[in-house]
């Protein structure tokens, strides 16, 4: 079992790295926000093949149509409701790099950092949900790890750049993605134990509420920076990032099957 729970922390980790590289590009690298939109394009396309292909579909064969999309729709509706509830502080726009639509600094909207880092702490939480279900199966889904890890990267790295346009310290911006980081990783192992206690039915509706929250994350905040004052192909981006996804979705079944025939 202690084996198990190091393979969920490693691969936790991995899926976080993506917000680390994009923290540190984002605070020692300046880049024009169309080069951060058509990132953001692409990892939103890779994000939503990743929910739509390995958690909404697992979750729908499993548990069933109906029970699937009320959870889908549950996950997405208290996403949304916390993104609201965190709204009048400051964190709307934490996703931003700050070219468009700037985040506010502290002397604006005092607390506006806290709301914020709560903020990127919500968007972690379906993250954790997903995989520390989805690593119960026998084989490891890499392609939601792949989704998840490239996924993410456009995320900090937007979001670090708005973060340093409103003034905010390097060491407030790196030391909020280390601990979101960390937290997720060990979010995602303390799940992986959880989650194999529960009854068969639970993991599929809370891999479909984890999907509803991711779709509502996506919507809310990354594709409006993608598609604000970006390039007209910016939707075919996107398409790029989904396309991606099938690929190596496509490429994993197949060493799976090759794998089990050869064993």
């Known amino acids: 079992m202690t084996d198990e729970v190091w393979h969920a922390l490693a691969v936790g980790a991995v899926s976080f790295v993506g917000l680390l590289v994009g923290a540190i590009v984002g605070s020692f690298f300046r880049m024009r926000h169309q080069s951060i939109a058509m990132t953001m394009s692409v990892g939103a396309g890779l994000l939503l093949a990743g929910v739509s292909l390995k958690v909404a579909a697992d979750a729908i064969h499993v548990a069933g149509p109906l029970p699937a999309a009320l959870a889908l729709l549950l996950g997405a509706a208290v996403y949304s409701t916390s993104n609201a509830l965190l709204a009048p502080f400051g964190a709307t726009h934490r996703r931003r790099c700050g070219d ?7 002397s604006q909207r005092p607390g506006s950092g806290i709301a914020i880092a709560l903020g ?3 968007d972690a939480i379906p993250e954790a949900i997903v995989l520390g279900i989805a690593l119960r199966h026998p084989v490891v889904p890499l392609a939601l790890v792949l989704a998840f890890f490239v996924g993410t990267f456009p995320v900090a790295l937007s979001s670090t750049a708005g973060m340093r346009a ?7 911006m790196l030391l909020l993605w280390t601990a979101i980081a960390i937290g997720g990783a060990t979010a995602i192992a303390a799940g992986y134990v959880a989650f194999g206690s529960l009854s068969a039915a639970w993991p599929p509706r809370l891999q479909a509420f984890g999907a509803g929250a991711l779709l509502a994350m996506t919507a809310e905040t990354m594709i409006p920076e993608a598609f604000h004052n970006s390039p007209r192909f910016s939707g075919l981006l996107a398409a790029l990032g ?8 496509a490429a994993t079944r197949r060493s799976s099957i090759a794998s089990l025939a050869g064993s």
């Open 166 to 172: 409103a003034g905010r310290s390097y060491a407030y």
């Open 242 to 249: 989904f396309s991606l996804l099938l690929l190596v979705d």
């Open 120 to 122: 990127n702490v919500l």
């Open 100 to 106: 468009c639509v700037p985040q506010p600094t502290e």
